[in-house]
């Protein structure tokens, strides 16, 4: 009976002390719905559709509201102009990382995507510098996209025009892409090394984006004391790790300083420069981390882009044969696409990114956090709180995009049917587009079709 007693005092306690936390401070954050003791808002969130939810609730609360995962309070910008004034106007400010206890395990502040501080400046610099000018002169990107793209197309063939499931093949092209790259050469669809390789990274996203790794986010002991599927992704983040140490490995024995092959001889040259500035970035564990993160970021949404591409043009057959028009106008059928194609073929342009703003891939970015207490719209939000962006209300913008779940190409054409650009078109985030626009011109192409490193 003493037993029982104390467990429903220490239950008292944990519950009055979940209940002050929550509560101090409070008024300093934007408002938002009242949260339950230690569960915070989960029960009034759809774990399958967070994205539904948070824009009810802006309804009721506004464009900036706060909701609790668990213990932990997150301020949520829904529309463009709350988005563009945190993560363009106030970039810096924003630019932590937010809390996302399964990346932690896996990365342990590592690699691009769930590193923040001085360690992710400067490995974003360093990879969007290395992509952009990939390999000091010797093929570009473009050409490889190119190869994979033909390699691709016979494998197609081989279907014989024949009904197929093209999901496989939509995966393999962008990882090969990403393998190019980093490791200097491609892999045949078959080999098997390549086959686990894909398999490992397709099993982890479809895990990391269930609800179940939604709820271990929010009660982290989970993690560390339940069976489940969090455990699945544990592992293989081990093998493509293991897989990417023995690359670096043979990359070392072979490294010539003055003909960098790819971006592990780009980054191991860079961290025998740095090695006597005790650089936090260019380091062993770094390099790994930001292979993965390249390969995670770079083929999932890529594949995913194409297959559901290819669905639409399928539902749109009157936009199927526009693009067709183009392409047989200013490709014709002897050559290969490249980028110089782009600024005469404003049709075509408009449907990819019109793809991507209607499949509203990832309809909330990666959580970022605020570096230092600052005041925003009125609100004091503490330093370190994580600030979730809500895409999905900036890519459904019916300002910007007059009927936005319907898919029109119209939504980037002018009325003389020349592209248009939108700011409001963030299938990613923010910072990145903007960097990459202004030096190269070609932010779209690099950015918002491969990598979202913000």
């Not at 691009?112 to 010797?138: A, P, V």
């Not at 983040?237 to 043979?250: D, H, M, P, Q």
């Not at 936005?404 to 650009?421: A, I």
Request: net charge neutral.
């Amino acid at each position: 009976m003493d037993g029982a007693v104390v467990l429903v005092l220490c239950l008292s306690c944990l519950l009055l002390l979940s209940l002050w936390k929550q509560n101090s401070g409070k008024g300093r954050l934007p408002p938002g719905p009242t949260p339950l003791s230690i569960l915070g808002n989960i029960l009034q969130l759809d774990v399958k559709d967070i994205s539904k939810s948070l824009s009810n609730l802006s309804k009721v609360y506004g464009p900036v509201f706060t909701v609790y995962f668990g213990l932990k309070p997150a301020v949520v910008l829904h529309g463009y102009e709350a988005v563009k004034e945190a993560l363009i106007d106030g970039g810096e400010e924003f630019s932590g990382r937010g809390h996302f206890p399964m990346a932690e395990r896996v990365n342990k502040g590592h690699g691009i995507i769930f590193s923040s501080g001085k360690r992710w400046k400067e490995t974003r610099r360093f990879s969007l510098m290395t992509l952009r000018n990939f390999g000091m002169g010797k093929r570009s990107i473009e050409e490889r996209v190119q190869e994979e793209a033909r390699c691709l197309v016979e494998e197609l063939r081989k279907t014989n025009a024949s009904p197929c499931d093209p999901t496989f093949l939509l995966g393999c092209a962008p990882c090969n892409v990403i393998c190019s790259i980093i490791f200097h050469n491609r892999f045949d669809y078959t080999d098997p090394n390549f086959l686990t390789l894909l398999e490992k990274l397709n099993e982890n996203f479809r895990i990391l984006s269930s609800p179940w790794i939604q709820v271990c986010n929010n009660f982290p002991a989970l993690i560390d004391y339940l069976p489940g599927s969090h455990n699945k992704v544990l592992k293989n983040s081990a093998y493509v790790k293991s897989y990417i140490l023995e690359k670096v490995k043979e990359h070392q024995a072979s490294l010539d300083v003055n003909d960098p092959r790819d971006f592990i001889d780009c980054f191991l040259i860079k961290m025998e420069q740095e090695k006597h500035n005790h650089q936090v970035a260019f380091t062993f564990e770094n390099l790994i981390a930001t292979i993965t993160d390249l390969f995670g970021a770079g083929t999932e949404t890529t594949s995913t882009t194409l297959r559901y591409g290819l669905l639409l043009l399928l539902k749109h057959p009157d936009v199927t044969a526009k693009v067709q028009k183009e392409i047989d106008s200013v490709i014709e059928r002897h050559r290969s696409p490249c980028m110089q194609d782009r600024s005469r073929m404003p049709y075509t342009d408009a449907v990819v990114h019109e793809i991507q703003r209607y499949i509203d891939l990832i309809p909330i970015s990666v959580p970022h956090a605020v570096t230092r207490d600052i005041k925003f719209r009125n609100y004091l939000i503490p330093k370190g709180t994580t600030v979730l962006t809500s895409l999905t209300s900036v890519l459904r913008d019916d300002q910007e995009f007059p009927n936005p779940e319907v898919f029109d190409p119209g939504h980037f054409l002018d009325e003389s049917g020349n592209f248009k650009k939108s700011d409001c078109f963030m299938p990613f985030s923010t910072a990145a587009s903007k960097e990459l626009s202004n030096k190269t011109g070609q932010s779209d192409f690099y950015r918002n079709r491969t990598f979202p490193l913000d």
